[in-house]
């Protein structure tokens, strides 16, 4: 997102930084290095990385061991688990949504036409991000 002039909204800021911690999250933002899923597992942003022919039967049999559980097993665990994880302070989204609105000026609005009109958001786009980023 950086490259794109803006920081990642919606959260995204605030997230990278509570699953990454701040030293990768510095990275990783500014940086705006696309990384790919074993970096990723092993930054913690996400839960593990798979081989696409692994992911549908890994997906199935995680969701028919929980939907086994009782109902109050699932909402203990989460509960337990939710009293243990750190909550994202509030104020932290307030600081991310008003970087996003000092970020657009003429300058932002001009590279998300050049990037749009590139075909960033299409599909292909969205699979050569980084090529297309890197050439405007």
């Given at each position: 997102m950086a490259r794109l002039g803006i920081l990642p909204?919606?959260?995204g800021t605030v997230n990278m930084t509570r699953l990454a911690g701040r030293a990768r999250a510095l990275e990783l933002i500014p940086g705006a290095e696309l990384v790919g899923a074993e970096l990723a597992e092993?930054?913690?942003l996400i839960n593990r990385a798979l081989p696409a022919a692994a992911l549908d039967s890994f997906v199935d049999t995680l969701a028919r061991r929980i939907a086994g559980?009782?109902?109050e097993v699932i909402s203990i665990t989460k509960a337990a688990v939710d009293a243990v994880a750190q909550p994202i302070p509030r104020a932290a989204y307030a600081v991310e949504n008003e970087?996003?609105?000092a970020a657009f000026d003429d300058e932002v609005t001009d590279l998300a036409h050049k990037l749009l009109a590139a075909g960033i958001q299409t599909r292909e786009g969205e699979r050569d991000h980084e090529r297309i980023a890197?050439?405007?």
């Open positions: 909204g919606g959260g092993r930054y913690g559980l009782r109902p970087g996003l609105l890197n050439s405007i």
